[in-house]
């Protein structure tokens, strides 16, 4: 099962927003709504942003949302603060057999 | 307050065995799926291997399948990856994830610090 494909890089402004897509195949990301976005920061460990596409769990700033259209899934940031620039991680459930596959990672850089 | 401590990681050589241990505490263990995923050296996340929470279901990425066997006892709530046949594409971080279904259905919410196993000589 190949990765899902993410840009390797995007970079915004504080204040702006931005969004990071992932492009899956009909086998996993058309077919499941189960994309999970991580973000990680140098040395930490993934920590889950969003989940069932568009859904954050308790805690996680409502700046950050979900959308997907097809076989494509998006992240998007808004706000932008300089904490946030970190790696970001798509994921999305494959089915019993492949389970799980994730994209390459997005490096966000807040300018 | 969850946590996962990983353990058991370190330099092997090629061909060699490891096993890597996860000490999970702050919920009940035994009502939870666990996961292995690995991440290589400034590479990306790689889903490795699932286990359910009575250890009845167990599934594996093609690259480690028939060489890493995923296991847990929830007695002492402690998932495990024993690793034989150890190559060098299985250098990387580790980290066991748990997925709580009730809730952040097929996520990952909360991992560990994780574990480098490096596979070297």
């Known amino acids: 099962q190949s990765a899902l494909t993410q840009p390797a890089s995007v970079s915004g402004s504080p204040g702006q927003s931005i969004t990071i897509s992932c492009t899956g195949t009909?086998?996993?990301?058309?077919?499941?709504?189960?994309v999970s976005w991580y973000q990680q920061h140098p040395g930490k460990a993934p920590k889950l942003m969003i989940y069932?596409?568009?859904k954050r769990p308790s805690g996680v700033s409502n700046r950050f949302s979900g959308s997907k259209s097809g076989n494509t899934a998006s992240l998007t940031i808004s706000g932008l603060q300089a904490e946030d620039e970190a790696d970001y991680y798509c994921?999305?459930?494959?089915?019993?057999?492949?389970?799980?596959?994730f994209g390459g990672g997005t490096k966000l850089t807040v300018l | 307050e969850v946590q996962l401590v990983e353990s058991g990681g370190g330099l092997v050589q090629p061909g060699g065995s490891l096993r890597l241990s996860c000490a999970a505490s702050?919920?009940?263990?035994?009502?939870?799926?666990m996961n292995w995923v690995r991440q290589a050296p400034g590479k990306g996340l790689e889903w490795v291997s699932y286990?359910?929470?009575?250890?009845?279901?167990?599934y594996y990425a093609d690259s480690v399948k028939g060489r890493f066997t995923i296991s847990r006892d929830n007695a002492k709530n402690s998932l495990y990856l024993q690793m034989n046949s150890l190559r060098a594409e299985d250098t990387a971080v580790y980290y066991c994830?748990?997925?709580?279904?009730?809730?952040?259905?097929?996520?990952?919410?909360?991992w560990g610090q994780g574990t480098l196993v490096t596979v070297s000589s």
């Open positions: 994830a748990r997925v709580d279904d009730a809730v952040v259905v097929a996520a990952f919410d909360y």
């Open positions: 702050g919920f009940t263990f035994s009502s939870y799926e």
């Open positions: 286990i359910s929470s009575s250890g009845s279901t167990i």
């Open positions: 009909s086998s996993d990301v058309g077919s499941y709504n189960l």
């Open positions: 069932e596409v568009s």
């Open positions: 994921c999305s459930y494959a089915g019993s057999s492949t389970n799980w596959v």
